[in-house]
């Protein structure tokens, strides 16, 4: 990526009175979501916390993979306001780990939490395994095959914004205005923090979290889903900048409606399947 690609978290200054560990950062406008202009998009939040999960150092010279990531996003992750990430090893070991990694916001004297991962590594071995059967291919064509396409909702009054200016979505099936499943291709427009390409799993996460927004099969103006997670498994890191999804979202409907549902999402990259996601969503008429 270009030195000029826009950042989605940058460092900041600790707010006067903040005690504790952790790193100060702050996201950026780029990083605001589509309902919002002051709260961040799930996105730059997931990929954001994906790499605090890669960077931690647990002192045994490992080197890990990682499987699955678990996102929560407790409370809206504000923009251009200083969070504390803080990090932490939960469970060591020699082929399993287990580690997470938290954002907070200084509230008066103490820091609430806005969101926080917890992320399974294995250890990564060079290992050659057989072919074995798979489900067919969904996502056969490439990238350059699918149509370009911007949100024409939920785009605010002219602000900056992650599914705007960060990222780029080349449709195969469906689009941000049709109802329904979709097939897809989402490459990222900007880099998570500066002079750093973002890794295959910050891509993946990054892009996972767009599964529910594109393949609501709920009118826009009527329903609100709102997704409070994020878990993504992967069976490898993903390769090159393009993310493949085939997307669907499902609801709880008829007389034991509740108003919970699901968008799940198998991942592909340039070389075939690689992962899947699976969104929990809260449902509410307008």
């Not at 291919?137 to 599914?163: I, N, R, Y």
Request: hydrophobic share 40%; proline share 8%; with cysteine.
């Amino acid at each position: 990526m270009a030195s000029s690609d826009p950042v989605l978290f940058e460092p900041a200054a600790a707010p006067a009175g903040a005690t504790g560990p952790g790193e100060w950062w702050q996201a950026t406008e780029v990083a605001r979501g589509p309902w919002d202009p002051r709260h961040c998009h799930g996105g730059p939040v997931s990929a954001f916390l994906a790499r605090a999960c890669e960077r931690i150092d647990d002192g045994s010279h490992t080197e890990w993979q990682i499987t699955r990531l678990t996102i929560e996003l407790t409370r809206p992750v504000p923009v251009g306001t200083a969070l504390v990430l803080t990090t932490d090893v939960e469970r060591p070991g020699r082929k399993v780990s287990v580690v997470a990694a938290s954002l907070s916001a200084n509230d008066g004297a103490r820091a609430v939490e806005v969101a926080k991962v917890r992320a399974l590594r294995v250890r990564r071995l060079d290992l050659e395994l057989p072919e074995h059967p798979t489900a067919a291919s969904e996502l056969p064509e490439p990238p350059s095959v699918g149509h370009h396409e911007k949100p024409s909702w939920a785009t605010g009054q002219g602000e900056t914004a992650f599914h705007l200016d960060g990222a780029e979505h080349r449709f195969l099936e469906g689009s941000w205005s049709d109802l329904g499943p979709v097939r897809m291709w989402i490459r990222l427009t900007s880099q998570i923090v500066a002079d750093e390409t973002p890794s295959g799993v910050q891509r993946a996460a990054a892009s996972a979290d767009f599964g529910n927004g594109v393949s609501s099969a709920l009118p826009h103006d009527d329903f609100l889903y709102i997704n409070p997670d994020l878990t993504v498994h992967l069976a490898r890191p993903p390769e090159g900048e393009w993310i493949g999804m085939v997307t669907h979202s499902v609801y709880g409907t008829g007389v034991a409606s509740t108003g919970a549902g699901y968008a799940e999402s198998a991942l592909y990259d340039v070389r075939g399947r690689v992962g899947r996601s699976v969104q929990s969503l809260f449902v509410e008429p307008r």
